[in-house]
Structures are given as structure tokens and as C-alpha cells.
């Protein structure tokens, strides 16, 4: 069995640098997003540079026929140890202008496809008696968020599995860590359609490298839960002091500065 590390959405951004970064560790690498040209260069530049084998599939996370054909041809002799569900996108604007189409993509990004894949893969961790699955969340599982609403609940949930599965699956040996970014500096606010992203909150915004080697980090030592950066830590800490009236109220001033 060959053992393999899978990282979605790493074209850009934070899945890039997750994939640059356990290719460093010469950990064999299957990449999965829609763009597969970024795909195909990381997966040459990566083969060249540190000798690992990186196979690359393009896949709409949003489409789970999509999904369950990569599962289906999935090779029978690769044994998925470390899963990083990284894919996910947020939309900003008032709750009734998103699209269907928005509506229903971004929970079968941010939430479906973490649950088919994870579901589809914890099977044959237990069987190893090993594996590591680390799911992106975001500070914005922790309040409410207006006029990015859906974004801020599906990262809740997100949350909310992942820490229940922690503790789920470590009598079994694999580990589950999530990780709850702030803001970070990628491809995320051109995705999600911010007219202005130099309010406070930007400010803050940390790079993408320290919130994964954070993450790593966290991962390997089984830690439910990491959040990068100082300014996230007392974030947090007033996040979890505050009703949860008071920060979706916070939350709206930030957003609405990005009009
Ligand atoms: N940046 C932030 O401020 C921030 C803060 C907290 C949490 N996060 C979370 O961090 C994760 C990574 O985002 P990022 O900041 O690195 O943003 P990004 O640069 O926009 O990267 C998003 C990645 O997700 C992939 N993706 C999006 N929709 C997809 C789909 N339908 N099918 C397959 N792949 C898809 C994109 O690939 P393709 O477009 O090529 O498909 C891209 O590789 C997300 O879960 C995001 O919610 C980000």
C-alpha cells in the first residue's frame, strides 16, 4: 500500500502552501481542485524538487457525482493517511442576493464534500490503525456572521463535526484537528467578492505559511483545535465572553466595510 497525503483545493492560497509544505516533508501528495493547470505545475515543479510522486485530479467539489467518480477510480492500492480539507469559499453580500446556485455550492463545498471524503476515508485509517485528517474552519465558526452569513454557519458546523469526530476516533489512533483561521492573505476575498478589503479586520490579516505550519503542528500532536496568530488567540477569548448577539453585531460593522 502506497500511503498518500490528500489536500483539496490546492491550487492557491492555503492548500498550496499545505502541499509545498508536506512535499518538503517527502509525503506522496494526490491534489484535487478545478484548476488543473496550477495543479499540473505545482505537481511538476514538486516531483522535480523534492523526488515524491504527486498525482493530481481536477474535481468540482460542488458536484458530488464528481466526487463519488474520484472515489471510484481512486486507486485500490493507495491508502489515504492524512486528509486535509482545506477547499472551501465564502460569498459576501446581503443573504437574499446570493444566487441558488451560490447557496447550494457553498454547502456542498464547505461542508458536503468534507463529509463524503472524510466518511470515505476513515474506514481504511481504522483498519491501519492510523491517520490524520485536519478540516479548515475558520474564526468565523464561532459567531454569526451578517451579510456572510451562509460562510460563518457552514463553518460552524464544520466545527462542530470535526471536534466531535476528534474524539471519536482517537481510541482508533487517528488524529483530527481543525483549524480556525482569521483572516488570511489569499485568493479568499477576490472568491468571495469583497469590494474593499482594507478595513480593521485586514489589518490583522496574517500570511498564509504561519497559519499552516500553525495547523501542522497542531495536527501532529493531535490538538483538537489550533487558531494561528495572537490577534485570533484574543479574538477568540472575546468571542467566547461575548453573547453571541453581541459579536454578529461586531461582525456586521467588519462586513459592512467591505461594500
Ligand atoms: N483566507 C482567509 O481569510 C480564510 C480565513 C478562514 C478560513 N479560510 C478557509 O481556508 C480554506 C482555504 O481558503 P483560502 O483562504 O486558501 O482561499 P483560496 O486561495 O481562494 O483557496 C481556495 C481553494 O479552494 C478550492 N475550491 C474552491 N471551490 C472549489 C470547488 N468547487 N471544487 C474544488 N475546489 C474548490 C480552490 O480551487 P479552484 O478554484 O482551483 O477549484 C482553491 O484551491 C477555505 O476553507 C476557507 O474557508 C480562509
Not at 492555503?14 to 509545498?20: A, E, M, Q, S, V
Not at 481510541?171 to 483572516?183: A, D, E, F, L, R
Not at 501532529?220 to 487558531?227: F, L, R
Request: charged content about 20%; aromatic content about 8%.
Amino acid at each position: 500500500m502506497r500511503k498518500m497525503t490528500l489536500i483539496t483545493g490546492a491550487s492557491s492560497g492555503l492548500g498550496k502552501d499545505y502541499t509545498i509544505e508536506y512535499a518538503k516533508r517527502k509525503q506522496d501528495l494526490i491534489l484535487i481542485a478545478r484548476r488543473l493547470d496550477r495543479l499540473v505545475l505545482l505537481q511538476e515543479e514538486l516531483q522535480k524538487s523534492y523526488g515524491i510522486n504527486v498525482l493530481v485530479y481536477q474535481v468540482d467539489l460542488s458536484d458530488p457525482k464528481q466526487i463519488e467518480n474520484f472515489i471510484t477510480q481512486f486507486p485500490k492500492d493507495i491508502f489515504i493517511n492524512r486528509l486535509i480539507n482545506n477547499a472551501g469559499f465564502g460569498f459576501h453580500g446581503a443573504f437574499e442576493e446570493y444566487s441558488q446556485e451560490t447557496l447550494s455550492s457553498m454547502v456542498e463545498v464547505n461542508i458536503s464534500a468534507l463529509n463524503h471524503l472524510t466518511h470515505h476515508f476513515i474506514p481504511m485509517m481504522k483498519e491501519n490503525h492510523e491517520g490524520e485528517i485536519l478540516n479548515v474552519a475558520s474564526m468565523a465558526a464561532y459567531t454569526p456572521g451578517p451579510f456572510m452569513a451562509e460562510y460563518y454557519a457552514t463553518k460552524a458546523y464544520v466545527l462542530s463535526l470535526s471536534m466531535a469526530l476528534h474524539e471519536e476516533l482517537k481510541p482508533y489512533g487517528i488524529k483530527v484537528s481543525t483549524v480556525c483561521p482569521g483572516p488570511t492573505k489569499t485568493e479568499f476575498g477576490i472568491a468571495a467578492h469583497y469590494k474593499h478589503q482594507d478595513g480593521i479586520e485586514s489589518t490583522f490579516s496574517m500570511d498564509s505559511l504561519p497559519v499552516v505550519l500553525t495547523s501542522m503542528r497542531a495536527l501532529e500532536k493531535n490538538k483538537s483545535v489550533s487558531i494561528p496568530g495572537v490577534s485570533n488567540k484574543i479574538l477568540h477569548i472575546m468571542m467566547k465572553i461575548l453573547p453571541r448577539k453581541v459579536g454578529a453585531k461586531v461582525v456586521m460593522r467588519i462586513q459592512k466595510q467591505r461594500f
